[in-house]
């Protein structure tokens, strides 16, 4: 039986501007890419402009983009909230067509049944 090798990836360390982000409980949940590191540290600073106050549960690639799931407080706006899952769901967009090992324009390839957003380069 062959195993099959992912597309590997280097995890950079969580953003300092938003480490205070993460909720307390479990701070594991949060894997970031290189490659897509200004990119969450752009959805952030566009979402705090909405919701100063979320609480990131979890953040990672799954199927080849970015999820970025988040919690808000109970005194948060419904109008708000629309507006921040419209922020995030634009940057979830934004990184399946970029390469999560370098940040250049990439799309969704496939490889030995992995997804990952890749640039020619790292293919």
Not at 26 to 44: A, K, N, Q, S
Not at 63 to 87: H, N, P, Q, T, W
């Amino acid at each position: 039986m062959s195993k099959r090798k992912r597309m590997g990836t280097k995890g950079a360390k969580l953003p300092e501007e938003i480490r205070d982000r993460v909720a307390k409980d479990d701070p594991y949940w949060c894997f970031i890419p290189d490659g897509w590191r200004d990119l969450v540290v752009e959805l952030d600073k566009e979402l705090r402009t909405v919701v100063p106050d979320y609480t990131l549960d979890q953040c990672k690639e799954k199927f080849g983009g970015l999820r970025y799931y988040v919690s808000y407080s109970d005194k948060c706006a419904d109008a708000d909230v629309d507006k921040a899952e419209d922020i995030i769901s634009k940057y979830e967009t934004i990184s399946a067509q970029t390469c999560d090992v370098c940040g250049n324009a990439g799309e969704i390839r496939s490889k030995n049944g992995w997804l990952a957003a890749r640039c020619e380069e790292h293919n």
